[in-house]
């Protein structure tokens, strides 16, 4: 196997561990020696790769930003097109991934505030390049962004297992969220777009 080959699969194994260790001991017990025992790389040999904890985290991060980025794409491509509003109906259907995928996610992020919060400064920045979208879209700017917030919040509390909802109930307000017909009556047009 050659170099670069042998250094990706390195990578993913750290990662992959790194998450592991996250959902299973919590983000406080994450270290790059549990992490090479976990992995069953060398702590050298993990070094190599990630000098430090906090580059594990980014590489974790960055792992789930690329799921989110990929999952948008396709939704984009298949369903969100037909959407009076692509992006709004984009950010809530990521939204609800999220639960879909809530562990890795959840485990991921809460690993990196634990360590070190301004790691997740790109997720803030992308998030308000996506409000301006959302805003930018709608016929009452103030109401989509409610409804993108709702979205987010439900997942975080889902994601923190503070959400008092079952699946039933959380599939039910996604589709009503989702559904553009009913937020009608409530847009006020002309309303504010860029903030």
Not at 39 to 54: A, D, V, Y
Not at 103 to 125: I, K, W
Request: proline share 5%; aromatic share 6%; charged share 25%.
């Amino acid at each position: 196997m050659d170099n670069p080959s042998r250094s990706e699969r390195s990578r993913k194994a750290a990662v992959t561990a790194a998450l592991t260790i996250i959902a299973r001991d919590g983000p406080g017990r994450l270290t790059l020696d549990a992490i090479a025992r976990e992995s069953g790389l060398s702590k050298g040999g993990l070094m190599h790769q990630f000098p430090n904890k906090e580059a594990v985290l980014k590489a974790l991060l960055e792992q789930q930003f690329a799921h989110f980025e990929e999952f948008a794409n396709k939704f984009r491509a298949e369903a969100g097109e037909a959407a009076s509003q692509p992006e709004l109906a984009t950010q809530i259907s990521i939204s609800r991934e999220l639960i879909a995928q809530q562990y890795s996610v959840a485990q991921a992020m809460l690993g990196a505030l634990a360590q070190e919060p301004g790691l997740l400064a790109d997720a803030r920045g992308k998030d308000a390049e996506r409000v301006a979208e959302i805003r930018a879209e709608a016929r009452d700017a103030d109401l989509a962004v409610l409804r993108w917030a709702a979205a987010r919040g439900l997942a975080l509390m889902t994601m923190l297992r503070v959400s008092p909802l079952p699946q039933p109930d959380l599939d039910r307000l996604f589709a009503r969220l989702l559904d553009d017909d009913q937020w009608m009556a409530f847009e006020q047009p002309g309303a504010p777009r860029d903030r």
